[in-house]
């Protein structure tokens, strides 16, 4: 970006919306140049739209009931993002695998946050994953989306302890910290020129801030 200007961003979120959340806190004091261009949502009753209109952020919501075809929705979400005037689209709990139809309009910047150190425990339940599988350090991954479920080049990764009396619920909020500290800082760096989505098969190289 040139110095100056903000990356405009879509969140694309199915859910409660803290990820966005600490996206738009980052961009509304500054401390990342981006702005959040809109929230898409594919449920009309996620939270993170209301967290959206409290904060004057468009709001937009694309149902896939509505779609005759995997195709034609995710060209009506991509449609949407782009109308709003985004440039990267981070998924911020967006419950759905988007197919390279969505990907390419972006160019490859797609990026997503798994609460898991990939590749180890991608999709659902990673937290769970992790504990039933006795590690002993579990973390966030924020990565580059491709066609695959959560196997896009890595940019950033955070860990933490896993604690002996851990529940399900105390090591995703140890986890949920840390992802609330990394997206923004993945998105700095892509702001900032200083990663960008590698050809396909190939590392994401990132240049320190
Ligand atoms: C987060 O744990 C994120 O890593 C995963 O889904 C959850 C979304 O939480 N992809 P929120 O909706 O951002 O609060």
């Known amino acids: 970006m040139p110095p100056g200007e903000l990356l405009p961003l879509a969140a694309l979120a199915s859910g409660r919306g803290s990820n966005f959340q600490a996206l738009q806190d980052a961009c509304a ?7 959040v261009a809109a929230v898409v949502s594919d449920n ?18 694309v149902e896939r009931k509505d779609y005759a075809s995997r195709a034609a929705f995710d060209t009506a979400l991509a449609d949407a993002a782009l109308a ?16 390279p139809v969505f ?17 180890a425990f991608p999709g659902l339940d990673a937290q769970k ?3 039933d599988y006795g590690v002993k350090v579990a973390g966030c991954t924020v990565h580059f989306v ?8 890595i940019i950033l990764q955070a860990c933490v302890p896993v604690e002996p009396d851990d529940t399900v619920e105390t090591l995703s ?6 992802e609330h ?25 990132v240049t320190a801030l």
């Open 173 to 178: 909020a140890r986890i949920l910290e840390q």
């Open 84 to 99: 709003a005037g985004a440039r990267l689209v981070c998924l911020a709990g967006f419950m759905r695998v988007l197919s």
């Open 129 to 131: 994953q992790a504990l």
């Open 29 to 35: 004091r500054g401390a990342i140049p981006a702005r």
């Open 44 to 61: 009309p009753r996620a939270p993170a739209l209301e967290r959206a209109r409290a904060q004057g952020v468009p709001a937009v919501v």
């Open 146 to 153: 491709d066609a695959g479920v959560d196997t896009g080049p």
């Open 103 to 119: 990907l390419e309009r972006f160019g490859g910047m797609v990026i997503n946050i798994h609460p898991s150190l990939l590749p």
């Open 181 to 205: 500290r990394l997206y923004p800082k993945a998105v700095a760096l892509i702001a900032a020129g200083k990663v960008a989505p590698p050809a396909a098969g190939r590392v994401a190289r």
